[in-house]
């Protein structure tokens, strides 16, 4: 899973991190650079985070380093206000005289501002200025009151004083966030927007653990505190620190947990977007947005049986030729994700062994490059734990791409909060999905090519794509050996690709099927033997997040079929390599646009 500004921040009405690569910068038509450096630059100045993630908080954007974006009420008219001058700017361009990939960008960005267009007819959740968004301002997943802590630490630099004056600035701008969207989310209630109970139980748990730490123990402080010593910043960072955290930030948590606590009281265990003002419309508009398809829900999933069922053999015979045969497939899978020997032991000892997997099966997919791809990127990657303030609410795993600048390398972070949920042989996928050549790879693409990418590109999210190439990535390497002498690695590519096709199906089942949350968990449990905590898990993040979970499958089924259309279209010239270079130098697009992208590639290719 990638997490951009879009999820990263969970909750600031901001944007995503996706990308439009493509030919030089230079080689834009001059009317339609013009008009997308002037998009991204207002989007911006909407949004000082982003600039700090996109490390572009310097220089003349200095100041917003020391502010959060605005999450009120007002945000949402403004953003919808946004889309409507953008739109018109984008229709100041004359298409007919746009060519190739010119063309083809022009047409992404106005699919996405075309989405978020329609987006405005919903007066709830979090707006996102390029469209989609959640429907919850708070949940376990959503909100500033666990977002912010984990930007100011992995994001906010502090190199200098004015850097730690502007965390502080920033750590008082939290209360202020904080009340914010107490207010959007009291008022979203009163419209009959309220998370499911168990979303908010996880919801009241992890503020009341946060409530319990004393101020000065906060990741708040010390993140400030030990970064600011480690440079030899002198002043008394940590007590400054632990005074706004005592004195405006726990008021205003205290604040926001007497609103949650009140929506509970109301609160059903209906899962799904269903039960949402116009809610079948949302769910479509969010599935929209997701995949970049018009696929209606019935269609989606009947998708994730299908491939489910072709996927359901192929795991079977790796089972067997491991001598595993009784049981269904899913019931061989529970057993083998509760083998001892597949376990990491649920300490700190036993996670910092995960991290340390984790981190030699990357170093194991770097020596694939050549055989992937002719480009050379450094793709500078960490691994870390999910921090365990945030884990019981947080994905399972994520990736934030490298900042432009590249003062910050892309992180890969994996939730330990349980190590069951990660049995070893799940791990060499994963690492492909979030890795290389996954997220980090396409991260790297945007990072290392700046001069190649229009600052817009940096913006804009396409789930479909993003996750679509992550998940493609899992077969690529397969196909190029690396499970070759691992037979569990590749079952464990086999059920990353069933727990995608199972998300097409428990996703569209919550959310216009009417399913109940404990047939979700049981239908994702039984069918890819995950355990059932992880699974319940994931439920509760489509539970937040409606469709997103769509993406994956969605975008991974296109790309191979675009990839079985270049080979049998250019037979002895197909590469692989060109191929999987001309989807990343596409960029992250919708896929009717990709397909074209596609098309364009095979065309050249063929002369």
């Known amino acids: 899973m990638i997490i951009g500004r879009r999820d990263f921040l969970m909750g600031a009405s901001g944007l995503g991190l996706g990308g439009l690569a493509g030919p030089a910068l230079a080689a834009i038509e001059p009317g339609l650079k013009a008009v997308l450096d002037r998009i991204a630059w207002d989007a911006l100045g909407h949004d000082p985070e982003t600039l700090s993630l996109l490390g572009l908080d310097t220089g003349a954007n200095a100041a917003a380093r020391g502010r959060l974006s605005d999450r009120s009420a007002a945000s949402r008219s403004r953003v919808a206000a946004d889309v409507a001058r953008y739109r018109g700017w984008l229709r100041g361009v004359d298409r007919s005289r746009l060519k190739g990939h010119d063309r083809l960008l022009a047409d992404s960005v106005g699919y996405t501002l075309a989405n978020a267009a329609a987006g405005a007819r919903f007066d709830y959740g979090n707006p996102y200025g390029f469209g989609g968004g959640n429907p919850y301002v708070i949940s376990q997943q959503d909100g500033a009151y666990q977002g912010v802590p984990e930007f100011l630490d992995s994001v906010h630099r502090v190199e200098t004083a004015a850097d730690a004056e502007a965390?502080?600035?920033?750590?008082?701008?939290?209360?202020?966030?904080?009340?914010?969207?107490?207010?959007?989310?009291?008022?979203?209630?009163?419209?009959?927007?309220?998370?499911?109970?168990f979303l908010l139980d996880t919801v009241l748990e992890q503020m009341g653990a946060m409530l319990a730490t004393p101020a000065a123990e906060q990741r708040m402080v010390s993140s400030l505190a030990?970064?600011?010593?480690?440079?030899?910043?002198?002043?008394?960072?940590?007590g400054r620190a632990t005074k706004i955290v005592a004195g405006s930030i726990y008021p205003a948590?205290?604040?926001?947990?007497?609103?949650?606590?009140?929506?509970?009281?109301?609160?059903?265990?209906?899962?799904?977007?269903?039960?949402?003002?116009?809610?079948?419309?949302?769910?479509?508009?969010?599935?929209?947005?997701?995949?970049?398809?018009?696929?209606?829900?019935?269609?989606?999933?009947?998708?994730?049986l299908e491939q489910g069922a072709d996927l359901d053999a192929k795991?079977?015979?790796v089972l067997r030729s491991q001598?595993?045969?009784q049981g269904t497939v899913g019931e061989r899978l529970t057993a083998l994700t509760k083998d001892p020997k597949q376990l990491f032991a649920n300490t700190d000892a036993g996670r910092?062994?995960?991290?340390?997997?984790?981190?030699?099966?990357?170093?194991?997919?770097?020596?694939?490059?050549?055989?992937?791809?002719?480009?050379?990127m450094k793709a500078d990657l960490v691994v870390k734990r999910v921090p365990a303030d945030i884990e019981a609410g947080a994905s399972l795993g994520y990736m934030n791409f490298a900042s432009l600048d590249g003062s910050r390398p892309a992180i890969y972070y994996i939730n330990l909060r349980d190590t069951a949920n990660w049995p070893r042989y799940t791990i060499p996928s994963l690492s492909a999905h979030e890795g290389i050549p996954g997220h980090t790879w396409e991260g790297a693409y945007i990072a290392e090519n700046r001069d190649n990418v229009p600052l817009l590109s940096s913006l804009l999210g396409f789930n479909a794509f993003t996750e679509g190439w992550a998940l493609y990535s899992e077969q690529l390497v397969d196909e190029l050996?690396?499970?070759?002498?691992?037979?569990?690695?590749?079952?464990?590519?086999?059920?990353?690709?069933?727990?995608?096709?199972?998300r097409l199906v428990v996703d569209t089942g919550l959310h216009a099927k009417k399913w109940s949350r404990?047939?979700?968990?049981?239908?994702?449990?039984?069918?890819?033997?995950?355990?059932?905590?992880?699974?319940?898990?994931?439920?509760?993040?489509?539970c937040a997040s409606p469709g997103q979970a769509c993406g994956y499958k969605v975008g991974h089924t296109e790309i191979v079929r675009l990839r079985d259309k270049a080979t049998a279209a250019l037979g002895a010239k197909y590469d692989v390599r060109d191929f999987n270079d001309a989807v990343m130098r596409a960029g992250a697009m919708p896929l009717a646009v990709l397909a074209s992208a596609i098309d364009d590639y095979i065309a050249a290719a063929k002369a």
Not at 168 to 190: H, I, K, N, P, Y
Not at 277 to 289: F, K, N, S
Not at 481 to 502: C, T, V
Request: glycine share 8%.
């Open 323 to 325: 001598g595993l045969t």
């Open 253 to 304: 948590l205290n604040r926001q947990l007497a609103v949650v606590g009140a929506m509970r009281e109301k609160a059903t265990a209906d899962a799904g977007a269903w039960k949402l003002p116009q809610g079948d419309a949302y769910y479509r508009w969010q599935l929209q947005y997701a995949t970049s398809t018009d696929l209606d829900p019935e269609t989606i999933h009947r998708m994730g």
């Open 481 to 502: 050996g690396f499970y070759e002498n691992d037979p569990f690695g590749r079952l464990g590519m086999y059920q990353a690709l069933r727990f995608r096709a199972s």
């Open 518 to 542: 404990e047939q979700a968990i049981d239908y994702l449990a039984s069918s890819t033997g995950r355990s059932r905590v992880a699974c319940t898990s994931e439920i509760d993040r489509y």
């Open 167 to 197: 965390y502080l600035a920033r750590l008082s701008a939290f209360a202020t966030a904080l009340d914010q969207e107490t207010e959007v989310a009291r008022g979203d209630a009163a419209k009959g927007v309220i998370p499911p109970v």
């Open 352 to 376: 910092a062994e995960a991290v340390a997997y984790v981190e030699q099966k990357i170093a194991e997919l770097r020596g694939l490059i050549p055989r992937f791809s002719k480009m050379r």
């Open 315 to 317: 795991m079977d015979a």
């Open 226 to 238: 030990t970064r600011a010593k480690a440079k030899g910043l002198p002043g008394d960072w940590a």
